[in-house]
């Protein structure tokens, strides 16, 4: 469940759904390998505050009776609208309540720190102070932390995308492996070695501080204050639980 975050952007990958491969699915990747029965959804759609995720994610993802579920929600807000960060909290701590209700595991984010990202450093008091009520909101509910604010690997630049909002393959990469070690779940990632699989294409390009606002940031923005009416909303990137790569069975991760 979540934003661009985890439907992958910045990952490119051709053959993925929607383009675009990223941590959710190189985790899928990693936990089919252990369990052949193993089924993975992903309801993510990229834009999305954190009432436009629950509203439209939270009752499917009930829906499938999932064994795991990962929820990152709210960076939009923070960033883009300025929103308070408990009651951001407060919200998120319902949702959560009636996921682990099911039963389900429930991995929840931590924002990463931009104090070294141009604009976005100025969120990083909000973003402290949210990820504070994550952790208990977590402990609350006997959830998982996967920790982005202090995985010091992100300070690397490789480590993110152009536009310096969203990670680089090599970013989802290094993302899953710590959501895989978060949960104790043996894996096959190697730091800094991201599975090229299938192959797909790299992005290799660097911009200024003035090309990156005028090219990414700016846009992303004025999208967001100006949505337009007649663009129909985007779809999940996997709306229903299915194998991966060949594999077939029961269990999922929305």
């Given at each position: 469940m979540?934003?661009?975050f985890t439907?992958g952007?910045?990952?490119?990958?051709?053959?993925?759904?929607g383009?675009?491969?990223g941590w959710?699915?190189?985790?899928?990747?990693?936990?089919?390998?252990?369990?052949?029965?193993?089924?993975y959804?992903?309801?993510?759609?990229?834009g999305?505050?954190?009432?436009?995720?629950?509203?439209?994610?939270?009752?499917?993802?009930?829906?499938?009776?999932?064994d795991?579920v990962?929820?990152?929600?709210?960076?939009n807000?923070?960033?883009?609208h300025?929103?308070?960060?408990?009651?951001?909290?407060a919200?998120?701590?319902?949702?959560?309540g009636?996921?682990?209700a099911t039963?389900?595991?429930?991995?929840?984010?931590t924002g990463p720190?931009?104090?070294?990202?141009p604009?976005?450093?100025?969120?990083?008091?909000?973003?402290?102070?949210y990820?504070?009520?994550i952790?208990t909101?977590?402990?609350?509910?006997?959830?998982?932390?996967?920790?982005?604010w202090?995985l010091?690997?992100?300070?690397?630049?490789?480590m993110?995308?152009?536009?310096?909002l969203?990670f680089s393959?090599?970013?989802?990469?290094?993302?899953a492996?710590?959501v895989l070690?978060s949960?104790?779940?043996?894996h096959t990632?190697?730091?800094?070695?991201?599975?090229?699989?299938p192959a797909?294409?790299?992005?290799d390009?660097?911009?200024g501080?003035?090309?990156?606002?005028?090219?990414?940031l700016?846009?992303?923005?004025?999208?967001?204050?100006?949505k337009?009416?007649d663009v129909?909303?985007?779809?999940?990137?996997?709306?229903e639980p299915?194998?991966?790569?060949?594999s077939?069975g029961?269990?999922?991760?929305p």
């Amino acid at each position: 469940m979540g934003d661009s975050f985890t439907a992958g952007l910045g990952d490119p990958e051709p053959l993925s759904p929607g383009g675009m491969r990223g941590w959710a699915d190189r985790i899928a990747e990693e936990l089919s390998g252990v369990r052949p029965d193993f089924r993975y959804a992903n309801l993510a759609v990229s834009g999305l505050v954190m009432r436009e995720i629950l509203d439209r994610q939270l009752a499917p993802a009930i829906a499938l009776q999932p064994d795991l579920v990962t929820l990152s929600a709210g960076g939009n807000d923070i960033v883009f609208h300025r929103s308070d960060p408990d009651r951001l909290a407060a919200t998120l701590d319902t949702a959560v309540g009636q996921l682990s209700a099911t039963g389900a595991t429930i991995v929840l984010f931590t924002g990463p720190d931009w104090r070294h990202t141009p604009l976005l450093g100025h969120n990083r008091g909000r973003v402290a102070v949210y990820n504070e009520n994550i952790r208990t909101i977590a402990a609350r509910h006997h959830g998982v932390i996967a920790d982005l604010w202090t995985l010091r690997q992100l300070s690397d630049p490789q480590m993110w995308d152009p536009d310096r909002l969203h990670f680089s393959p090599l970013g989802h990469h290094t993302i899953a492996a710590m959501v895989l070690e978060s949960l104790g779940a043996p894996h096959t990632l190697v730091p800094l070695e991201p599975k090229p699989l299938p192959a797909g294409t790299w992005r290799d390009s660097k911009a200024g501080d003035l090309a990156w606002f005028t090219n990414y940031l700016l846009p992303w923005m004025v999208s967001r204050v100006r949505k337009r009416a007649d663009v129909p909303p985007q779809s999940p990137k996997r709306p229903e639980p299915g194998p991966v790569h060949g594999s077939a069975g029961a269990a999922s991760l929305p």
